[in-house]
């Protein structure tokens, strides 16, 4: 009797302290703090369930994969479509089904057996000359001789570059994505570098008058986040939101996925639940200026004029497939030389 009843205790303890260890999750992002830090805060108030976070500037799939099955990763969040299905290539991540997650996020914008979703999306816009009578633009526009000697970009090796070539292969084939790449190169006012705010500076400094760059820095320019000189820089010029030909503004994305051996997988699927609510997608989309993922929530005041998005609708699954053919054409046109 009196063993029974410890017997008793003892399972009910056990099976508390299972209940009181599930209340918490491991999350491994390659995201700055400050970004996200007010989130989870928010999602540990709204929930009880505490965030242990492992930041990681590089390295995150390494990390891992060496941890294996014992990995205590529950969520990777990370941005960029290509790092994102490199984790699903890799076998890091698992498979989630959400009406939550699939009523938020359009379906172009998570991978279609649930690996990966999107979080907030960046947009490569076209940063011109305040001067300029320039109303629209196309990417396909960039390599157009009008353009000769005017135009800044960074490397055709970086990922946002890349990413940009790999949907113009998408969209016009490998053959066209080459001539786009070279009548770009012809066009360059200096060499292909630096970083994407580099493109407002030399637009002030006279060097060049448009140039492709990403939307989020365009807030954090004018928010005076960068430091008083992008507040300058950022003056100098006017944001327009390019498009294909036949098509919408292309994006980039942050997301996460649900970790393979994720030991707390109901919590991991909780915390991107909670991501895609109204609120969290203001307060993610707000923190780093991008675009929310789910449609209705507003972006930041601060990018007000470029708030109209038309995300482009191709797969970003077949960008990232992309990405390889996308480097090499860069390479084999000397797009850096
Ligand atoms: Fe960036």
Not at 101 to 121: E, M
Not at 230 to 246: D, H, N, R, S, Y
Not at 275 to 295: M, R
């Amino acid at each position: 009797m009196r063993l029974g009843l410890s017997g008793l205790i003892g399972a009910v303890l056990a099976a508390q302290a299972v209940a009181a260890g599930a209340q918490e999750l491991n999350l491994y992002t390659t995201r700055e703090p400050g970004l996200i830090e007010p989130l989870l805060a928010s999602f540990t108030e709204s929930t009880g369930v505490k965030v242990n976070t492992i930041f990681l500037k590089d390295g995150l799939p390494e990390r891992v994969e060496q941890e294996g099955e014992a990995s205590p990763a529950d969520v990777l969040m990370t941005v960029d479509i290509g790092n994102l299905v490199d984790l699903v290539d890799r076998g890091l991540t698992q498979p989630v089904e959400s009406e939550v997650l699939a009523a938020a996020i359009p379906a172009n914008l998570r991978d279609k057996d649930g690996n990966w979703f999107a979080l907030s999306q960046r947009a490569r816009v076209l940063y011109a000359d305040k001067d300029l009578d320039l109303s629209s633009f196309t990417y396909e526009d960039l390599a157009k001789p009008e353009w000769k000697g005017k135009v800044c970009i960074r490397s055709g090796q970086h990922p946002y570059n890349v990413a940009l070539t790999a949907s113009y292969i998408v969209h016009h084939g490998e053959e066209a994505a080459k001539a786009w790449l070279e009548g770009v190169k012809a066009n360059l006012a200096r060499q292909a570098g630096g970083g994407d705010r580099d493109v407002a500076r030399d637009i002030m400094g006279g060097i060049c008058e448009i140039g492709i760059a990403n939307s989020y820095y365009v807030g954090l320019m004018r928010s005076g986040a960068g430091g008083p000189e992008q507040e300058e820089w950022v003056k100098a010029i006017k944001v327009v939101l390019p498009t294909f030909e036949g098509g919408g503004t292309q994006v980039n994305v942050s997301g996460a996925a649900v970790a393979k051996h994720a030991p707390n997988r109901d919590q991991a699927v909780q915390l991107l639940e909670y991501l895609v609510s109204d609120e969290a997608q203001k307060l993610y989309a707000e923190a780093n200026f991008e675009y929310p993922v789910k449609p209705g929530v507003a972006v930041s005041p601060v990018i007000e004029d470029i708030a109209d998005l038309k995300a482009d609708g191709t797969d970003l699954t077949e960008i990232a497939r992309q990405r390889k053919a996308a480097s090499e054409l860069a390479e084999a046109v000397g797009f850096d030389n």
